[in-house]
RNA sequence: AGCCUGUUGGUGAAGUGGUUAACACGUAUGCCUCUCAAGCAUAUAUACACGGGUUCAAGUCCCGUACAGGCUACCA
């Protein structure tokens, strides 16, 4: 019997040989320098925020060297498949502005290199390993779970390294008609590498983030096929990227221990290696130690968390452009009107060790970038953000567009503008004493005046005597001035810090009594902008309140 | 246990053999016609894990130690 008729008893019913599979996948053409890569995620339907910071780099990386970047869904494990896992990883990511110009998207595929999804290319699989048979470079293993794992067990017990390899290998020099014996007999099979590699032996590896280093060689006869016939990730990985001739395997660091078996898989096939980038883990402080962020233990590695919290896809997106190149963060600031795309990441300024992820930091980001934004953008978002979370303050911001936008408006859109909101989810409580509808007098503790008899005295002879609500702003502050001094407060902070003595009090001490009245609160933008907002009615209105009190 | 990687002020992070080790976050104080947010100014930190070696010169190169992280599946 020929090798060829064995591989065919082995993977029967292949319908191309892996010649015609190369055909029908050429070279791309590609200017030089184009980086063509992938995003290739399990279809479970949660996008972890280590996930969007790979697809980012991975996308970035492409697009700014006119590359390709496609996904794929890698569905070869189907018991962590869900329903409508793929159709989410698609939102998720176009949501954070990541887009695939091919592979699989909402309605069917795009592209000439597909399918792009692993549990249709079995027949591309097959041919290629029953190329691998034919070479005598893998054969069927027919151990079983329990077997393996006492073999792991002794090996342990040994202290010898675990896995199936060299005399460990109980499959490996099984005759042809050995193998054909068993599998007459009904047997379940595998499909290993027959590894050529020796543990001791070294060999160089250059990765783009990483570096050069020395690895070992892989002895290990792992598994290219499942007894399902379905492949597992290493051999998945190297027929995809070969075929679809992705230039740079761009993918999280937990990969990087399996480059021996990738780079010795590519050879035995026959393949010219990709360049490989591996992105190393945000890792998250716990109790004074680093580790990397978990999906199981913390809240902050799904997106919806920040999604909740209110915080910018497009500030998510500065930091974690802050974390890929650190000097992203300085150019950002001397190029304020530039935006991401007209940066130029580079693999070599990537952190090789772990990147801490700082929620801190990514709070001062996302309140610098709403800064910038206009009232109107931050109204759109607010709206957004309470509709999902907060039904009632919708429809408040709803029905007063024009005056919400005012407000909002409060100190911005100038050249340094106020920096209050960090996220949405605080909004309210930034503006909702401008709503009579949320608005609720205080508890009067002044802070420096207690008299009621002076609070009436202050408050009544503002609103009587010296408030005109179509004052300029330097008219509204003399006429304070003016009248702090005739009640014998220091009109001018700089005398009176000289001689408090001389004073009942000076104008801070006066505008906080007013503020409270008309705010509830002692700490406010400029009062100046509220009350022109507030109008002459509500002054008048949340004033006698006051002095009810 | 094995293999790999990392360790720079309170935190993140520049720095690929050569003054006084960037910058950002944080903190503190002061200034800015009202309180905040900010902005500006100043300050702040015992910062190159430890021990050897190479060199005229080491955060940077080499070796060892410690600590931390990642990986070691018929998961991806």
């Known amino acids: 019997m020929t090798r060829e008729e064995y591989a065919d008893i082995l993977l029967p019913d292949v319908k191309h040989t892996y010649e015609e599979y190369e055909k029908m996948y050429p070279e791309r053409d590609l200017k030089e320098g184009a980086i063509v890569t992938r995003y290739a995620p399990s279809p479970t339907g949660f996008i972890h925020i280590g996930a969007l910071y790979t697809s980012f780099i991975a996308g970035k990386m492409a697009k700014q060297t006119d590359g390709v970047f496609f996904l794929r869904i890698e569905d070869t494990d189907q018991k962590r498949s869900i329903d409508d896992g793929v159709n989410k990883i698609i939102d998720d990511l176009a949501k954070f502005d990541i887009k695939f110009d091919e592979g699989v998207t909402k309605d069917g595929e795009k592209g000439k290199y597909g399918p792009y999804t692993q549990s249709e290319r079995k027949d591309i699989y097959w041919a290629f390993a029953k190329k691998l048979i034919i070479e005598d470079k893998a054969y069927p293993c027919f151990c079983s779970e329990e077997e393996n794992m ?8 040994l202290k010898e390294r675990t896995g199936y390899y060299g005399k460990w290998a109980r499959c490996r020099n099984l005759s042809m008609e050995e ?8 047997e379940q099979y595998i499909i290993r590498l027959k590894s050529n590699g020796d543990f001791n032996k070294r060999f160089t590896f250059k990765d783009c983030i990483k570096g050069k280093s ?145 929620y801190d ?4 980001i996302s309140k610098n970038y709403i800064s910038r934004l206009k009232a109107s953008e931050v109204y759109d978002l607010a709206l957004e953000h309470a509709k999902i979370y907060d039904k009632n303050f919708a429809t ?21 503008p106020r920096k209050d909101i960090a996220y949405f989810s605080d909004v309210k409580n930034q503006v909702w004493y401008m709503y009579e509808e949320l608005f609720m007098p205080a508890n009067y503790n002044w802070q420096n005046i207690t008299d009621k008899n002076e609070i009436e005295l202050i408050l009544n002879t503002y609103i009587n005597e010296y408030y005109n609500i179509n004052d300029d702003k330097q008219t509204w502050f003399d006429k304070m001035k003016e009248m702090a001094e005739k009640l014998g407060y220091a009109g001018n902070m700089k005398e009176y810090k000289e001689n408090p003595d001389n004073y009942k009090g000076n104008i801070a001490d ?17 009062l100046y902008e509220i009350m022109k907002l507030l109008g002459m009615e509500n002054i008048q209105k949340r004033i006698k309140k006051a002095l009810q009190a």
Request: aromatic letters at 10%.
């Open 179 to 186: 193998c054909l014996e068993k599998i007459n007999n009904g």
């Open 361 to 364: 930091k990514l709070i001062n």
């Open 150 to 157: 006492k073999n792991h067990k002794k090996q342990e017990s």
């Open 396 to 416: 408040l911001l709803e029905t007063n567009k024009d005056y919400s936008i005012k407000i909002f408006n409060i100190e911005r859109e100038q050249k340094k």
């Open 214 to 358: 020395e690895l070992p060689e892989n002895d290990e006869d792992f598994v290219l096929l499942k007894s399902d016939g379905i492949p597992t990730y290493h051999f998945a990985h190297a027929i995809d990227d070969h075929l679809m001739r992705t230039t740079h395997v761009i993918r999280g660091d937990e990969w990087y221990s399996s480059i021996p078996k990738h780079i010795q898989l590519f050879q035995m096939l026959g393949f010219k290696t990709p360049k490989y980038a591996h992105i190393s883990p945000l890792l998250k402080e716990d109790n004074g130690n680093r580790r990397k962020i978990s999906k199981r233990k913390d809240p902050e590695a799904a997106i919806s968390f920040y999604h909740e919290k209110g915080i910018p896809n497009k500030a998510i997106m500065l930091y974690l452009a802050t974390l890929a190149n650190s000097n992203f963060e300085m150019w950002m600031e001397q190029n304020k009107d530039k935006n991401l795309d007209d940066f130029t990441f580079e693999f070599k300024r990537m952190s090789t060790g772990g990147t801490m992820f700082d």
């Open 510 to 526: 006066i505008s906080m009594i007013i503020r409270v009245a008309l705010t509830s609160l002692n700490m406010t933008p400029d």
